[in-house]
């Protein structure tokens, strides 16, 4: 079975200032890895993912993640963030060999403020 | 054009009606889900189908009953709906692993409030 650990619940911070979402997994296979983003009252949108090759992965929004295979994490990060990168972060992993249950982690709520 | 599109955005129900949620992807993707989004914001799976075959069903009450007349649509039936079962629910599609396309596409989610 594969779970997600998103230690942090709320990460403040000021506009303009760097951010690092922290997430990481546990699966017995090779996962696929996922950042979600969910701004307020709205769906999910895909901000990056992980599939293969080259470990650093840029999404969009100025986001991008690097997936540590020894330390089994696909922390987030962003140089600058901006007011309107305020929303609801999900990172989320899939097992390779059976893409049928995309996992998700319980979220992490990015309060950016002026 | 939406890719994956549920309808109704919102839904305010009594306790113990019956109600349907719908939703339809344009993807051509073989794979439909449905998720629950709880008070707290966890996502989990409810159900999967796959070209209208039912692939996962997640320990979910048997007052919900997924149904998919074709690969393109996922409904969800809810019977004697209960407080708990309020909560957002999304409808999601994905196509198997082909190279760098994979991933999940998202529905905005249905906003079900039992009173």
């Known amino acids: 079975a594969q779970s997600v650990t998103q230690l942090d619940s709320q990460v403040p911070v000021f506009e303009e200032a760097p951010v690092e979402l922290r997430c990481n997994y546990s699966?017995?296979?090779?996962?696929?890895l996922f950042w979600y983003v969910q701004y307020p009252n709205q769906g999910l949108q895909l901000l990056l993912k992980y599939l293969s090759g080259s470990t650093l992965v840029k999404g969009i929004n100025g986001f991008e993640a690097e997936f540590n295979k020894s330390q089994t994490s696909f922390h987030l990060r962003k140089p600058s963030v901006h007011i309107s990168d305020t929303a609801e972060y999900f990172c989320a992993v899939i097992p390779v060999y059976n893409t049928d249950k995309l996992i998700f982690g319980t979220g992490t709520r990015l309060q950016v403020f002026p | 054009d939406t890719a994956v599109s549920q309808t109704p955005k919102y839904l305010v129900t009594q306790m113990g009606n019956d109600k349907s949620i719908k939703c339809e992807q344009n993807?051509?993707?073989?794979?439909m889900y449905w998720y629950k989004q709880d008070s707290k914001k966890f996502l989990k799976i409810m159900f999967s189908?796959?070209?209208?075959?039912?692939?996962i069903n997640e320990t979910v009450p048997n007052r919900f009953s997924p149904k998919s007349p074709d690969k393109a649509h996922l409904n969800l039936h809810i019977n004697s709906l209960e407080l708990g079962d309020s909560a957002v629910y999304f409808c999601?599609?994905?196509?198997?692993?082909?190279?760098?396309?994979?991933?999940?596409?998202f529905g905005s989610g249905t906003r079900l409030t039992v009173v």
């Open positions: 999601a599609s994905s196509q198997v692993v082909t190279g760098d396309n994979y991933g999940y596409t």
């Open positions: 993807l051509g993707h073989d794979t």
């Open positions: 699966s017995s296979v090779s996962v696929y």
């Open positions: 189908y796959n070209n209208k075959e039912l692939i």
